[in-house]
């Protein structure tokens, strides 16, 4: 009885630090977001395009560096944000920083089509769609240069609501991407309705490709799916070139992950963009 006491009293004080923990980065956040001064900024990472061999598209990944906390993971703050309503003052924060250095990539001749993560919240907001579109004119930028990404279980918890939504931002123009795909439960029957073009793998079925066979069996069944829907498919979490192999021999479209780069700052990824398309030798003469 002593020992179960004991482990009831950890239990309770692990909840306890969580729950202190949570309301330190909420009440951080919102400080954050109320002064404009910048411990938020915007992160990349490129997608190859494996039949051009070329990155063309990228995905924007917001990161905190709080003076206060140090480095908060979105994977810790996103829904906090969002359980407490001020997820729509953070998106609205991320929409106009990813369209500005859109703009600034453009002015450098960098052409990259660059997907912005939503939350479910997000995407019920009636005004984000004029938001978006106002913000891009203001700088010049073609709507075909965004997309969206939606994890599936954020779409699942209500799929007739979630189409309709999908659909008014589809019928404006923008790419849609149901994220993190095989581990939100979808139903077939909504995925056929689904108005979106690109399905991502999650990264837990990718990771260890390489040597799990029943990963290799779930990612050919979902590419499979995909190509049967008109889908591309994008595989998140590449990490090496055994992975990379099977994925093109599966015929996945997209292939993103620490193996091509990191999410990277902005000024990061056009270094590392200008590199890409070095022609080979010039890279070999770098080295040298
Ligand atoms: P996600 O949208 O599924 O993003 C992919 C996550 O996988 C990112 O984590 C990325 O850094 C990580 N990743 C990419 N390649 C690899 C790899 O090869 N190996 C491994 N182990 N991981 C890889 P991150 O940046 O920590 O973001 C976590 C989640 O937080 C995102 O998952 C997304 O759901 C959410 N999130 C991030 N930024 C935003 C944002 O701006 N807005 C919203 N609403 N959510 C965001
Ligand atoms: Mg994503
Ligand atoms: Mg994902
Ligand atoms: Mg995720």
């Known amino acids: 009885a002593q020992h179960q006491a004991l482990l009831y009293q ?12 949570k309301l330190a980065v909420l009440s ?12 938020l900024c915007m992160f990349y990472q490129p997608k190859l395009n494996i039949k051009s061999g070329k990155a063309e598209k990228a995905e924007a990944l917001i990161r905190w560096n709080s003076e206060k906390l140090g480095f908060v993971s979105p994977e ?3 829904p906090i944000a969002e359980q407490a309503g ?33 939350s479910v919240h997000d995407v019920s907001d009636d005004t984000l769609l004029a938001k978006v579109i106002h913000y891009l004119q203001e700088s010049n930028v073609s709507r075909a240069k965004l997309s969206f990404e939606l994890t599936e279980s954020d779409l699942m918890q209500d799929p007739t609501k979630a189409i309709a939504h999908l659909n008014a931002i589809r019928n404006v123009g923008f790419g849609l991407a149901i994220d993190d795909f095989g581990t939100g439960y979808s139903s077939l029957s909504y995925l056929k309705d689904m108005p979106v073009t690109e399905l991502k793998i999650d990264k837990s079925f990718v ?7 029943n990963d290799q069996n779930i990612v050919k069944t979902v590419i499979a799916l995909a190509q049967r829907f008109g889908l591309e498919t994008v595989a998140e979490g590449v990490e090496d070139q055994a992975s990379l192999d099977l994925l093109t021999l599966l015929g996945c479209d997209w292939i993103q992950g620490y193996y091509i780069s990191r999410p990277v700052a902005p000024a990061a990824l056009i270094e590392w963009f200008n590199e890409q398309s070095l022609p080979s030798q010039t890279l070999i003469n770098k080295e040298t």
């Open 207 to 213: 990771l260890n490709l390489a040597t799990e066979v």
């Open 86 to 118: 001020i997820i729509g003052k953070l998106t609205d924060w991320i929409i106009r920083r990813v369209i500005r250095d859109i703009a600034d990539w453009q002015q450098q001749g960098i052409d990259l089509q660059v997907a912005i993560n939503l």
């Open 28 to 39: 951080e956040l919102k400080k954050v977001l109320s002064t404009e001064q910048s411990e």
């Open 76 to 78: 810790l703050f996103i």
């Open 10 to 21: 950890a239990y309770h004080n692990e909840l306890e630090a969580l729950y202190l923990k």
